[in-house]
């Protein structure tokens, strides 16, 4: 029986007493409990295959199962149910956008001139931006993440670490699936898969999917909205073919696209205090006061046509060559172009006057190339690689309103481009010292050259940045038994640096900043610890020097700086752990716990001080996810999921300002699934987010208030269907 281990419902006390004691992980997802044993995870993520439990570094690995009794639907789901990783998001109001933060590191900005401070790869192929990052999830092989500096293997900007979304392979398996989804909240959901053998050298792999969903408020002074806020609707596809002449040799070509069209993020503000209406830098936001903003803080209060409705569309081919030379050597070539454009926008004042109102629009184009030499000896085995990445891409902004400096009449508009050339090369190896002793390492250079312009009207302005770094691992890892690891590790990180992307302060201000280093020192244990107990414990210090940090500035327009502020450290603890109680009864979770904070700050930083913590880094978090299985007399399998995620309060940005605290927040869900006999037919009761918390997921102060980003994620019920034809 497959053993499919989701999640609970207590409370945050109760939930974190039974963390302590059982804690289980994704790992071992499909334990097989009616044998009392665990089946051997695999990974990629040192860019070999090998066992889970004898990788030394922090991973979890998410299989697809437990993505389906999880009901988890897109990366944002994902990030509720692993230590220490934090998925936010605040973009123009986007569904499509995710900053994602790990171990405290990550950043919120989207804008064409930032980059995020964790890698989000599908098969290897680097997703350079935010915006279309918070990807859906049909039929998906599994979701690696890796905790900390990932500077030796994946490069530049895995500071705080990558994940890795790897589908399904062409002939994997011969099946045609059909899925179905209705839901409360108008939730529709349907995808078609299917994985065919042509021949002995053709195989492929395609799917079609479709979801939408009502929204949960209105964008009440429009007199013909174009869309709810929340709604949510998107169509996605993928094909791989794969061609396979030889054992030795294989060729992947796969091509995906994704059409989103939503509606604006829930967003509301607070006020926080009067200002001076004889200022004339306030303009006119002094008359901004509680009665002109909507009484249901899910609707939007804007004047402003079209900015309540979001899109998002992106396209992407790649091609994989693997080639096994001979039985020392293998080579490996990665090539992929992708696309992507968006629309959306913020009402900042959330109300029918116009004091700061940004629609905005932007897109990039990105092309890679990896080439890869991989070898493995009796004892040793290594991974070296040569990669090139090309971005080209613009934000821009306009019709804009920033009260008194742009004003209906008298509109402001700005635009960014900015042209990025990475190189890179690399090398990894490990070697077995004994059979139980292994030590291994890694060096990669990277450069990357930054070409950036900026027009915001009053001002025009080029630049360019080149930043370089060696970054480098040692790793030790010892096997005490057949079934039990422990590991050590040093990695050094690197994000490279950029230019700010709100210079609204003029030519001075789009300067650029310098990249950020990282330097982790990690000791780990991985195993089976009891034949129904598998358990992965890392305790974890991070330095941080040069970090850049974001900062806000309302005045004179809404600039945003980004300082290299200094130095920070994170320490923590991450454990997670699958306990098969009985032959039926499981659970996992995993408990994290991350003590950040900057401990110096350079001088003439502006806002951020000593003692502050990072932005959107929750202390702790807790997942929880117990399984029950029934076996029918007829055959048939009964599985009953539950599951719990807590993730702790925090602060929406660096500079610690009371009103931009994030209450902490806690998620119930449930999967009640049935299955024949054959196991080609399943019927699914599930439910999300079941009381209906509501929580912030940003928070950014303004002038006079503070905006405020809503969760989307609301309660829904609902059945799934699917249904499998296997083709032999």
Same mark, same amino acid.
């Given at each position: 029986?497959?053993?499919?281990?989701?999640?609970?419902?207590?409370?945050?006390?109760?939930?974190?007493?039974?963390?302590?004691?059982?804690?289980?992980?994704?790992?071992?997802?499909?334990?097989?409990?009616?044998?009392?044993?665990?089946?051997?995870?695999?990974?990629?993520?040192?860019?070999?295959?090998?066992?889970?439990?004898?990788?030394?570094?922090?991973?979890?690995?998410?299989?697809?199962?437990?993505?389906?009794?999880?009901?988890?639907?897109?990366?944002?789901?994902?990030?509720?149910?692993?230590?220490?990783?934090?998925?936010?998001?605040?973009?123009?109001?986007?569904?499509?956008?995710?900053?994602?933060?790990?171990?405290?590191?990550?950043?919120?900005?989207?804008?064409?001139?930032?980059?995020?401070?964790?890698?989000?790869?599908?098969?290897?192929?680097?997703?350079?931006?935010?915006?279309?990052?918070?990807?859906?999830?049909?039929?998906?092989?599994?979701?690696?993440?890796?905790?900390?500096?990932?500077?030796?293997?994946?490069?530049?900007?895995?500071?705080?670490?990558?994940?890795?979304?790897?589908?399904?392979?062409?002939?994997?398996?011969?099946?045609?699936?059909?899925?179905?989804?209705?839901?409360?909240?108008?939730?529709?959901?349907?995808?078609?898969?299917?994985?065919?053998?042509?021949?002995?050298?053709?195989?492929?792999?395609?799917?079609?999917?479709?979801?939408?969903?009502?929204?949960?408020?209105?964008?009440?002074?429009?007199?013909?909205?174009?869309?709810?806020?929340?709604?949510?609707?998107?169509?996605?596809?993928?094909?791989?073919?794969?061609? @396979?002449? +030889?054992?030795? $040799?294989? %060729? #992947?070509?796969?091509? *995906?696209?994704? /059409?989103?069209? =939503? !509606?604006?993020?829930?967003?509301?503000?607070?006020?926080?205090?009067?200002?001076?209406?004889?200022?004339?830098?306030?303009?006119?936001?002094?008359?901004?006061?509680?009665?002109?903003?909507?009484?249901?803080?899910?609707?939007?209060?804007?004047?402003?046509?079209?900015?309540?409705?979001?899109?998002?569309?992106?396209?992407?081919?790649?091609?994989?060559?693997?080639?096994?030379?001979?039985?020392?050597?293998?080579?490996?070539?990665?090539?992929?172009?992708?696309?992507?454009?968006?629309?959306?926008?913020?009402?900042?004042?959330?109300?029918?006057?116009?004091?700061?109102?940004?629609?905005?629009?932007?897109?990039?184009? @990105?092309? +890679?190339?990896? $080439?890869? %030499? #991989?070898?493995?000896? *009796?004892?040793? /085995?290594?991974? =070296? !690689?040569?990669?090139?990445?090309?971005?080209?891409?613009?934000?821009?902004?306009?019709?804009?309103?920033?009260?008194?400096?742009?004003?209906?009449?008298?509109?402001?508009?700005?635009?960014?481009?900015?042209?990025?050339?990475?190189?890179?090369?690399?090398?990894?190896?490990?070697?077995?010292?004994?059979?139980?002793?292994?030590?291994?390492?890694?060096?990669?250079?990277?450069?990357?050259?930054?070409?950036?312009?900026?027009?915001?009207?009053?001002?025009?302005?080029?630049?360019?940045?080149?930043?370089?770094?060696?970054?480098?691992?040692?790793?030790?890892?010892?096997?005490?038994?057949?079934?039990?690891?422990?590991?050590?590790?040093?990695?050094?990180?690197?994000?490279?640096?950029?230019?700010?992307?709100?210079?609204?302060?003029?030519?001075?201000?789009?300067?650029?900043?310098?990249?950020?280093?990282?330097?982790?020192?990690?000791?780990?244990?991985?195993?089976?610890?009891?034949?129904?107990?598998?358990?992965?414990?890392?305790?974890?210090?991070?330095?941080?020097?040069?970090?850049?940090?974001?900062?806000?500035?309302?005045?004179?327009?809404?600039?945003?700086?980004?300082?290299?502020?200094?130095?920070?450290?994170?320490?923590?603890?991450?454990?997670?752990?699958?306990?098969?109680?009985?032959?039926?009864?499981?659970?996992?979770?995993?408990?994290?716990?991350?003590?950040?904070?900057?401990?110096?700050?350079?001088?003439?930083?502006?806002?951020?001080?000593?003692?502050?913590?990072?932005?959107?880094?929750?202390?702790?978090?807790?997942?929880?996810?117990?399984?029950?299985?029934?076996?029918?007399?007829?055959?048939?399998?009964?599985?009953?999921?539950?599951?719990?995620?807590?993730?702790?309060?925090?602060?929406?940005?660096?500079?610690?300002?009371?009103?931009?605290?994030?209450?902490?927040?806690?998620?119930?869900?449930?999967?009640?699934?049935?299955?024949?006999?054959?196991?080609?037919?399943?019927?699914?009761?599930?439910?999300?987010?079941?009381?209906?918390?509501?929580?912030?997921?940003?928070?950014?102060?303004?002038?006079?208030?503070?905006?405020?980003?809503?969760?989307?994620?609301?309660?829904?019920?609902?059945?799934?269907?699917?249904?499998?034809?296997?083709?032999?």
């Amino acid at each position: 029986m497959r053993t499919v281990l989701p999640r609970v419902g207590l409370s945050a006390l109760s939930a974190a007493i039974l963390s302590a004691v059982s804690l289980p992980s994704f790992a071992a997802e499909e334990a097989q409990a009616k044998k009392n044993t665990f089946e051997k995870i695999e990974v990629t993520a040192r860019k070999r295959t090998e066992s889970l439990f004898e990788t030394p570094t922090a991973i979890t690995s998410i299989g697809a199962d437990a993505i389906e009794k999880g009901n988890m639907s897109n990366l944002d789901d994902i990030g509720k149910f692993v230590p220490n990783l934090n998925i936010t998001r605040y973009g123009v109001g986007n569904a499509a956008h995710a900053s994602v933060f790990i171990r405290g590191i990550g950043l919120q900005d989207h804008i064409i001139t930032t980059d995020p401070g964790v890698g989000v790869y599908v098969d290897g192929v680097y997703l350079g931006r935010q915006m279309g990052s918070n990807l859906s999830l049909p039929n998906i092989e599994r979701v690696e993440v890796l905790r900390g500096p990932q500077g030796t293997l994946y490069g530049r900007n895995t500071l705080g670490g990558a994940v890795n979304i790897i589908t399904k392979k062409p002939g994997a398996e011969d099946v045609v699936r059909v899925e179905s989804k209705v839901g409360s909240r108008g939730r529709i959901g349907a995808d078609i898969y299917t994985n065919q053998t042509i021949n002995d050298e053709w195989s492929f792999a395609a799917n079609a999917s479709y979801k939408e969903r009502e929204g949960v408020g209105h964008a009440i002074n429009l007199e013909a909205p174009e869309k709810e806020i929340g709604e949510e609707q998107e169509m996605s596809g993928r094909l791989a073919i794969k061609w @396979q002449p +030889s054992s030795d $040799f294989s %060729l #992947n070509v796969a091509v *995906d696209a994704v /059409d989103n069209e =939503s !509606g604006q993020s829930p967003y509301t503000i607070e006020l926080t205090g009067g200002l001076d209406p004889n200022d004339p830098n306030n303009g006119d936001f002094p008359l901004l006061n509680e009665s002109l903003l909507p009484k249901n803080p899910d609707d939007l209060g804007t004047t402003v046509a079209g900015i309540e409705s979001t899109d998002y569309s992106g396209w992407g081919a790649s091609v994989i060559a693997d080639w096994q030379v001979n039985d020392t050597y293998a080579v490996k070539f990665i090539t992929s172009k992708r696309g992507s454009d968006y629309t959306g926008g913020l009402d900042d004042d959330a109300s029918p006057l116009h004091l700061s109102e940004f629609p905005e629009e932007g897109g990039a184009d @990105q092309l +890679s190339v990896e $080439f890869q %030499l #991989n070898g493995t000896f *009796d004892t040793w /085995d290594f991974v =070296s !690689g040569l990669y090139y990445f090309n971005e080209d891409g613009f934000t821009e902004s306009q019709p804009y309103v920033f009260s008194p400096f742009s004003t209906p009449g008298n509109y402001g508009r700005f635009r960014i481009d900015q042209e990025t050339d990475s190189y890179a090369a690399y090398f990894n190896a490990s070697f077995d010292i004994t059979e139980k002793l292994s030590l291994g390492g890694g060096l990669r250079y990277s450069e990357d050259k930054k070409d950036a312009f900026a027009d915001f009207g009053y001002f025009t302005k080029g630049a360019t940045a080149e930043f370089d770094e060696v970054t480098w691992d040692v790793n030790a890892a010892y096997q005490l038994n057949r079934d039990m690891n422990v590991y050590a590790q040093i990695q050094k990180g690197y994000q490279s640096g950029g230019f700010p992307p709100r210079p609204f302060g003029g030519a001075d201000a789009f300067v650029s900043f310098d990249e950020t280093k990282a330097l982790n020192y990690e000791i780990g244990f991985k195993g089976q610890v009891h034949d129904r107990v598998s358990m992965m414990l890392a305790l974890f210090v991070t330095d941080y020097t040069d970090l850049a940090l974001p900062f806000n500035d309302p005045s004179n327009g809404f600039n945003t700086y980004i300082e290299n502020a200094g130095e920070s450290r994170a320490q923590g603890i991450e454990l997670e752990t699958t306990v098969a109680v009985t032959d039926d009864f499981s659970i996992r979770s995993s408990v994290g716990y991350l003590d950040s904070e900057i401990t110096h700050v350079d001088e003439g930083v502006q806002g951020i001080t000593v003692g502050n913590a990072p932005a959107l880094t929750p202390r702790w978090t807790v997942m929880v996810a117990p399984s029950y299985f029934i076996d029918m007399e007829s055959g048939a399998t009964v599985a009953v999921n539950a599951s719990y995620s807590y993730r702790s309060d925090m602060q929406g940005q660096s500079v610690n300002n009371p009103n931009e605290f994030i209450e902490s927040r806690e998620l119930f869900g449930f999967n009640i699934s049935y299955t024949n006999s054959e196991g080609d037919t399943e019927v699914t009761l599930y439910g999300e987010n079941i009381f209906n918390e509501v929580y912030d997921v940003g928070r950014l102060q303004q002038s006079g208030f503070v905006g405020v980003m809503r969760s989307n994620d609301r309660s829904e019920f609902g059945i799934k269907f699917r249904k499998d034809f296997w083709l032999n």
